[in-house]
């Protein structure tokens, strides 16, 4: 089965500018995940779809950041205005509703603000 | 609220040692733990996991048991290869299906 795409790889922006990042999940995953992982830590949640509603915000900063999955389908991170400390990869990840057999994540998208 | 915490710092070995990285966690009930692998370039991949109490997940060489009393999940593996370099993560599933990661551990295998 195809993974989970996201877009772009790579992206450089400069403090106060706005980014976009598009996951497309697996076939079938009703859960959508965006983490956030700075370099030298582990990914951190920021936002958790199930279908096309909100299940956990509670670590994504609203002032910022939002996100949005408006079919059920794939979905989008936002940025805007950017920080110097967004700087990290953001990964998408889907599951099945059988959640305790872990997640597929994509290969990520690496922020870098200037 | 629910952590994990992996041991400090990277490690090196040489090839065929014994690899060990530990790993702790602090959680209410019994959640299900996770080791994810990291190769170079790539995106995360599930390596093993452990869904209960004196569970041991195992993949590619690599097992780790869900002790309870202990409350920890090391990863072991007998004997590493090259292929085995890449950044070590350990995980718990702290309910609705969300993970809380460790910081990792970058492995570095020298031929």
């Known amino acids: 089965e195809a993974g989970v795409a996201q877009s772009p790889r790579y992206k450089i922006i400069e403090k106060r500018q706005s980014v976009a990042f598009w996951c497309n999940p697996i076939?079938?995953?009703?859960?959508l995940y965006w983490y956030q992982q700075i370099l030298g830590q582990g990914p951190k949640l920021l936002i958790q779809?199930?279908?096309?509603?909100?299940?956990?915000d509670s670590q994504l900063p609203k002032d910022r950041f939002s996100a949005e999955r408006l079919k059920g389908v794939d979905s989008t991170l936002k940025i805007q205005p950017a920080k110097l400390e967004d700087s990290a990869v953001y990964l998408c990840?889907?599951?099945?509703?059988?959640?305790?057999?872990?997640?597929?994540f994509g290969s990520g998208t690496r922020l870098t603000v200037v | 609220g629910d952590s994990v915490t992996q041991m400090e710092g990277p490690v090196t070995l040489s090839e065929e040692a014994f690899l060990t990285i530990n790993c702790t966690y602090t959680?209410?009930?019994?959640?299900?733990l996770f080791w994810y692998v990291q190769y170079p370039g790539e995106g995360l991949q599930l390596l093993l996991k452990?869904?209960?109490?004196?569970d041991k997940g195992s993949n590619k060489g690599f097992e780790a048991t869900y002790r309870k009393e202990t409350t920890s999940f090391h990863l072991e593996k007998g004997s590493v290869q090259v292929s085995d370099s890449a950044v070590y993560f350990c995980?718990?599933?702290?309910?609705?299906?969300?993970?809380?990661f460790g910081k990792g551990n970058q492995v570095v295998v020298i031929p």
């Open positions: 990840a889907s599951s099945s509703n059988s959640g305790n057999y872990g997640y597929t």
């Open positions: 076939s079938g995953h009703a859960t």
């Open positions: 779809f199930q279908n096309n509603g909100v299940v956990d």
């Open positions: 959680a209410t009930g019994y959640p299900s």
């Open positions: 452990a869904t209960k109490a004196d």
């Open positions: 995980a718990l599933n702290h309910g609705n299906n969300r993970l809380a």
